[in-house]
């Protein structure tokens, strides 16, 4: 059973920065690609960044290139996006997810994706 934990979300202040966690068990961890999504009521789910198995590939929404920063542990089967420059546009919840595949042709597809967290919810007031 994987299980895909997000934790480190809040209510913050435009400029301030977060750091989200996510948790993973069940699966072999540094064996598949991860990605962060997020979701704001009313819209769809939208990438934000996605990492290799290993690393070695980084991808960015263009929202949020040079803002944010995706990485991994896979010593602590560990997934993190660090937040900067939060603006309230950034406003969403925000999911982790395991790929479907080790190496997924396209990682900023919804699709490419088979394990999803419960989400944290980010807000960032003006």
């Known amino acids: 059973q994987v299980q895909l934990v997000e934790s480190g979300g809040g209510l913050v202040q435009a400029g301030d920065s977060l750091r989200l966690s996510c948790a993973a068990s069940?699966?072999?961890?540094?064996?598949?690609?991860m990605g962060w999504f997020r979701q704001a009521p009313g819209k769809e789910r939208e990438f934000v960044a996605a990492?290799?198995?290993?690393?070695?590939?980084?991808y960015y929404a263009d929202s949020v290139k040079g803002r944010f920063t995706i990485s991994r542990d896979n010593a602590k089967d560990t997934l993190f996006l660090q937040m900067n420059s939060l603006k309230p546009e950034d406003t969403a919840t925000y999911y982790c997810?395991?790929?479907?595949?080790?190496?997924?042709?396209?990682?900023?597809?919804?699709?490419?994706?088979?394990?999803w967290g419960q989400g944290t919810q980010v807000t960032v007031s003006s």
């Open positions: 990492i290799s198995r290993r690393g070695g590939s980084l």
């Open positions: 069940g699966r072999a961890f540094s064996s598949y690609a």
């Open positions: 997810a395991q790929s479907l595949l080790t190496d997924p042709p396209d990682p900023l597809r919804v699709g490419a994706y088979r394990y």
